[in-house]
């Protein structure tokens, strides 16, 4: 992680442990002395791939610097029910002050990850990659995306500023697929993408004819989404094709099966299941 990304990291945790901490943690202030220390252990409750334990550990280092943190497995691990993920081990104050946000964002993340594992290996063998979209918790993207790429999943673009995606309203907006296009490659990078959302084999043509560099089938049946994209094959060899619009476990394969490049699922980071996952306190002796 590169340091600007771990300064941001810094300041996200800082603002959700205040949200959570207000003026001070006063259960743990009013029934456990001060010098008391133990040792956590965060361990799963549910089989599952695991994301998020870099993130958990600065949690930790937020809250009290002097907190030991050591992960027992690592990011990308699948793990059985019962595994111990990691110790962090000091002040009790502290690692009771940072439990709920170190948890919080482990469980949400590990829960992606395992998602995307399974989507993943719903097309395994084929050629067809898993991406995620913009359908993400407001402040929780980068995070978000991270667990996807753990999960064994690629990212897709990170926000409106990155990539033009010209969807439904654009076009009608636009006055069509057409002006759109040109509006847009008049004033954008050489090197940023154009990607045309199409609901239809019609819509799939002008894409092509206006020279968009990928091109999406929204919402498309098999047999519609196989058609498309032997239309843009043979007209188009260029361009990416991106399958998306409610594509779940039981009908991914049929997509990555009409031979289209990517495939966008947001229920990745928006209908997840997280993780369970616990902190139990080995506690010491008083300091």
Do not use: C
């Amino acid at each position: 992680m590169f340091s600007v990304e771990r300064m941001a990291l810094r300041r996200q945790l800082e603002a959700w442990l205040e949200e959570d901490l207000g003026t001070g943690d006063v259960t743990t202030a009013f029934t456990i002395p001060a010098g008391h220390t133990s040792k956590g252990i965060i361990h799963a409750k549910d089989d599952g791939v695991i994301a998020g334990l870099p993130v958990a550990e600065a949690v930790f280092e937020v809250v009290d610097a002097e907190l030991q943190f050591k992960a027992l497995v690592s990011d990308g691990d699948v793990v059985k029910r019962g595994t111990i993920l990691a110790e962090v081990e000091g002040s009790t104050h502290s690692i009771l002050m940072g439990e709920r946000l170190a948890l919080n964002l482990l469980q949400r993340l590990s829960g992606i990850a395992t998602k995307t594992s399974s989507f993943v290996q719903a097309i395994e063998g084929l050629s067809a990659k898993l991406v995620d979209t913009r359908k993400t918790t407001p402040g929780h993207r980068a995070l978000e995306k991270y667990a996807v790429r753990v999960g064994g999943g690629f990212n897709h673009r990170f926000g409106l500023y990155d990539a033009v995606m010209i969807k439904d309203n654009h076009i009608k907006g636009a006055g069509g697929i057409q002006a759109a296009v040109e509006r847009a490659r008049e004033q954008i990078p050489y090197t940023m993408k154009i990607e045309v959302e199409t609901e239809s084999l019609a819509q799939v043509r002008e894409a092509i004819q206006a020279g968009a560099d990928i091109i999406m089938l929204d919402n498309m049946d098999d047999a519609a989404m196989k058609a498309a994209v032997q239309l843009i094959r043979e007209e188009g060899p260029h361009i990416r094709i991106e399958a998306s619009g409610g594509v779940t476990l039981d009908t991914i394969r049929g997509k990555a099966l009409s031979g289209v490049d990517v495939i966008s699922v947001g229920a990745l980071t928006y209908s997840f299941a997280a993780l369970d996952i616990s902190l139990d306190l080995n506690a010491k002796k008083e300091g």
